[in-house]
């Protein structure tokens, strides 16, 4: 072979390398683009590095709730208020004190963070109420709840140590401002989850009287509606602490070793019913 086809053959090496050089990028991203573009493809990601969401069993979510709200006086129902010294039932004040380990507090960013809003919390409340009167926990003859007649507010449940560990509730309570509003047959105050609805916590006037209620059915049927585990009967009451004769304790896990006192109650007289939280030892 001879010199000149020698250069000729290196020129034209030369460009080659050079077309390549300049057009084939060009070319191979819009190979890829072709494969890829009008197309599903699916690709698993790991998401171990990008934080964890601490997500509550309805266990803890009752824990802290029940300890949040016995840190402090809360109001409850008018017969509980008049029977204990210093609570301010339905005027709001009292619920911004960070104090202890644990703290109810009023959420003063109104409803856009919780799945229940403003506007839906007296619709699902209702709801609510229809499937513990399903379950045999309310009697078929309570009321609606008629937006006109409660007040909500959105508060939260929170351990001061462990912030991240709170609970959203909106707190029901039947108007005091309004008259010749009866009673009867009617939810006077309940706890209500911001997130799912469910209904921690309730006083409601109803048509029987003490002797005809089964507290053990009561709590066993409100515990399977929230999803806890089968109550336990609390053996350490002392009835001479206790706002009213007709009661009954049970005991349910917090998490981490911890337990919730919850008490099945009635007031004789405006025959009131009711499911509260009390703090546990």
Known sequence: MGKNSIRLAFLLFVAVVVAISIWGPEAL????????????????????GEGYR???????KLYILSQALNSRSL???????MTR???????????????GSYAFVMDRRGGAESQVSDQAVFTICDREIGELKKAGVLPDTL???????????????????????????????????????SKEDRLIEAYIDADDGKIYGFYARIDKEWEELDPDRIILAWSQYLGLSEPEPYEGADPLMEITPYFQKYVFPGGEGERTIVT??????????????????
């Open 29 to 48: 991203s819009r190979y890829q683009d072709s494969r890829l573009l009008g197309q599903v493809h699916r690709q698993e990601v790991d998401l171990a």
């Open 54 to 60: 601490y997500v509550l069993s309805s266990g803890e």
């Open 75 to 81: 109001p409850e129902s008018e017969q509980s208020a």
């Open 85 to 99: 010294a210093g609570d301010s039932r339905g005027d709001g004040e009292g619920y911004g004190e960070l104090t």
């Open 143 to 181: 009321q609606a709840v008629e937006a006109e007649l409660y007040e909500a507010r959105l508060c939260s449940a929170i351990d001061t140590r462990e912030p991240r560990n709170h609970v959203s509730v909106w707190s029901l309570t039947l108007s005091d401002r309004l008259r010749n509003v």
């Open 264 to 281: 099945v109650g009635f007031y004789e007289g405006i025959r009131e019913l009711f499911i509260a939280t009390s703090l546990g030892r």
